[in-house]
């Protein structure tokens, strides 16, 4: 049950509706929702072996009330994500409430009522254990696309890194039920991490052009339970398109978007799509559009932050719609310029990635 009133449709804002902008010029367009930080997987690179800490999960309900007042604010793409997200009830009920919402300005910042709004980009995040079955619910409640998390291609490899056994059957199932219902392109994501998982991409490659996905390889991040990144577990983006041209030549591909993260490849016959995503060794903050809201409802800035803002804990204290989107207002304005990963001084942000939702 939730603690919060709901949101009336039209959310009476106390000054001139504004697109979210922090103070770096960047427009903020992309919410990312975990929706629990329980996750049925204990990746190497991401929790500790015991049960690691959890914080609340918060009503369905409350989230969609904060949610609509992001949208309200200019937000146009929700990922849920997690934790896993697979795994929280209520997940399809609030796909079917996030496929009803419209975006709230036009490309060129001016505002639209409710008729005149876009479906918003509704995305999941998972690791696709639970994803088979759900793949065409999901579909049919209105999620635009979902991106698989797979760090192997190979059975032994996979549950030497999640530390679930049998598991990578049951993942290749959902990646492909995705496909089949639609929910193109599916995109699966690696991180890759020295010593664990890097002779695996050549695997990778082949996976993407015999599956149809867009396979992603991303940059390992300081982000963990444990302590274990250095610069040194990190493998960079010119091994991988090394790795990946001795496996068969790299086309580079133009970019899709401004805010595009990953850089994009294909082959010499046009066939398969690799991203590379690399916020270590070229990070891309200056395009960041991002901002995200943790399963206990707080705003986090940047994954790097060192501390929240507790905006559900304000909404239970009574705030109106209008307060909530002031202080959203005003806490994305002192978003961070960058990340400092590898800079002398870095410090570890103030929660894991499970805890953040990646
Ligand atoms: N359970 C879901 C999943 O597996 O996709 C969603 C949450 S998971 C934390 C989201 C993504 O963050 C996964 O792709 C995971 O591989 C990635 N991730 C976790 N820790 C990371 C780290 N330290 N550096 C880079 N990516 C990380």
Not at 8 to 37: F, W
Not at 211 to 217: D, M, N, S
Request: hydrophobic share 40%; glycine share 8%.
């Amino acid at each position: 049950m939730s603690t919060l009133s709901p949101s009336p449709a039209v959310i009476p804002l106390s000054r001139p509706a504004q697109r979210l902008r922090d103070s770096h010029g960047r427009a903020i367009t992309d919410l990312r929702v975990s929706i629990t930080d329980r996750c049925n997987y204990k990746c190497v690179y991401c929790r500790t072996g015991n049960e690691g800490a959890q914080y609340a999960e918060l009503p369905i309900a409350d989230y969609l009330r904060l949610i609509r007042i992001f949208v309200s604010l200019g937000i146009e793409k929700v990922r849920l994500t997690g934790g896993e997200p697979l795994l929280r009830k209520g997940l399809l009920e609030m796909v079917r409430e996030l496929a009803k919402m419209r975006t709230s300005f036009a490309p060129d910042g001016s505002p639209l009522d409710s008729v005149h709004g876009q479906p918003l980009d509704i995305a999941v995040t998972t690791n696709g254990h639970l994803l088979a079955d759900l793949a065409q619910p999901l579909k049919d409640a209105g999620l635009t696309r979902v991106t698989v998390s797979m760090d192997a291609v190979d059975p032994e490899t996979f549950a030497r890194i999640t530390r679930v056994p049998n598991s990578f059957e049951q993942v290749l199932a959902g990646i492909r039920a995705a496909r089949r219902v639609g929910l193109d392109p599916v995109k699966v994501n690696c991180v890759l991490l020295r010593g664990f998982n890097e002779e695996q991409i050549p695997g990778f490659a082949r996976f993407a052009r015999e599956e149809g996905v867009v396979v992603r390889f991303i940059e390992f991040m300081p982000l963990e339970e444990d302590r274990l990144w250095s610069p040194a577990t990190v493998v960079p983006i010119h091994e991988v398109i090394d790795r990946l041209g001795q496996f068969r030549p790299v086309v580079p591909l133009s970019a899709t978007h401004a805010s595009e993260t990953a850089c994009r490849y294909t082959f010499d016959d046009g066939i398969g799509e690799i991203g590379i995503i690399a916020p270590v060794s070229q990070a891309f903050c200056g395009q960041c559009s991002r901002v995200r809201l943790t399963s206990d409802g707080k705003i986090r800035t940047c994954l790097f932050s060192q501390s929240d803002h507790d905006l559900h804990g304000i909404a239970r204290r009574g705030a109106t719609d209008a307060d909530l989107a002031d202080y959203i207002v005003s806490t994305i304005v002192k978003k961070e310029a960058r990340h400092h990963i590898g800079e002398p001084g870095f410090l570890k942000p103030s929660r894991s990635m499970v805890h953040i939702g990646g």
